[in-house]
């Protein structure tokens, strides 16, 4: 954690350390080109970026946002997953599955836990010796199967993206995860090992902020991380 801590403290002092490339992630959907794969996709999003977007210089804000990237990609590659995309103040995050399902969800929420980890106790330590306000963060994830979609001839040049219900849900789950928590759906929770899944209870949402059905047409289930419980690790 302290050599964290101090790229974290160089990163505000000179800039982002790393290349915030997605190019290892395109690298793996082209071999996926207008097929369909299974992933976990991650989100991990700041909580409050509209405030710091209206209270900070933009070059400050900049540097936070890049540095919040860096450090998550960084997470995220340590846990065997690519970055999708960096959007605004979010990473989506992909952990391939098709060989081993279990194994892709268990990753993506260590990975997920350790995310929680890195911005407590090695950026906003940091920001708080800087007079920086605090990251507060939160994570959703979700598991399935999704369409890799070429857009154009080139498979080198063209466009290349995902589309699928795992990532519009895992989208959609940032709307109502309190900050500082991991929510996951039910396709995710079903795969992990029972020691793990019970560090989680299932999140009840009101219909008319959370309506979606599974493929038997029943509501389909998130579950939440356990108060703290990211922190007794």
Same mark, same amino acid.
């Given at each position: 954690?302290?050599?964290?801590?101090?790229?974290?403290?160089?990163?505000?002092?000179?800039?982002?350390?790393?290349?915030?490339?997605?190019?290892?992630?395109?690298?793996? *959907?082209?071999?996926?080109?207008?097929?369909?794969?299974?992933?976990?996709?991650?989100?991990?999003?700041?909580?409050?970026?509209?405030? +710091?977007?209206?209270?900070?210089?933009?070059?400050?804000?900049?540097?936070? *946002?890049?540095? @919040? #990237?860096q450090?998550?990609?960084?997470?995220?590659?340590n846990?065997?997953?690519?970055?999708?995309?960096?959007?605004?103040?979010?990473?989506?995050? *992909?952990?391939?599955?098709?060989?081993?399902?279990?194994?892709?969800?268990? $990753?993506?929420?260590?990975?997920?836990?350790?995310?929680?980890?890195?911005?407590?106790?090695?950026?906003?330590?940091? @920001?708080?010796?800087?007079?920086?306000?605090?990251?507060?963060?939160?994570?959703?994830?979700?598991?399935?199967?999704?369409?890799? *979609?070429?857009?154009?001839?080139?498979?080198?040049n063209?466009?290349?993206?995902?589309?699928?219900?795992?990532?519009?849900?895992?989208?959609?789950?940032?709307?109502?995860?309190?900050?500082g928590?991991?929510?996951?759906?039910? $396709?995710?929770?079903?795969?992990?090992?029972?020691?793990? $899944?019970?560090?989680?209870?299932q999140?009840?949402?009101?219909? #008319? +902020?959370?309506?979606?059905?599974?493929?038997?047409?029943?509501?389909?289930?998130l579950?939440?991380?356990?108060?703290?419980?990211?922190?007794?690790?």
């Amino acid at each position: 954690m302290n050599s964290i801590q101090a790229r974290v403290a160089q990163t505000l002092e000179r800039g982002v350390q790393i290349d915030l490339s997605t190019a290892l992630c395109k690298r793996y *959907l082209r071999r996926h080109a207008n097929l369909k794969t299974s992933v976990v996709v991650l989100y991990v999003d700041i909580d409050g970026s509209t405030n +710091m977007t209206l209270s900070m210089p933009s070059g400050t804000l900049a540097t936070i *946002l890049q540095l @919040f #990237s860096q450090e998550m990609s960084l997470v995220v590659a340590n846990y065997g997953g690519y970055v999708l995309k960096y959007v605004g103040d979010a990473v989506i995050a *992909l952990f391939p599955a098709e060989h081993d399902k279990k194994q892709a969800c268990q $990753s993506a929420l260590e990975c997920g836990r350790t995310m929680l980890e890195v911005v407590d106790r090695c950026i906003n330590p940091v @920001f708080r010796q800087r007079g920086y306000a605090e990251l507060r963060v939160k994570i959703s994830m979700d598991f399935g199967e999704v369409l890799v *979609l070429l857009y154009g001839k080139s498979l080198e040049n063209s466009h290349i993206d995902i589309i699928g219900s795992s990532i519009s849900m895992a989208a959609k789950m940032l709307a109502i995860v309190p900050t500082g928590r991991i929510i996951m759906g039910q $396709s995710v929770r079903d795969n992990l090992p029972e020691e793990i $899944s019970k560090t989680f209870v299932q999140f009840d949402v009101d219909e #008319s +902020m959370w309506s979606y059905v599974d493929q038997n047409k029943k509501r389909y289930r998130l579950y939440i991380t356990i108060p703290d419980s990211t922190r007794e690790r």
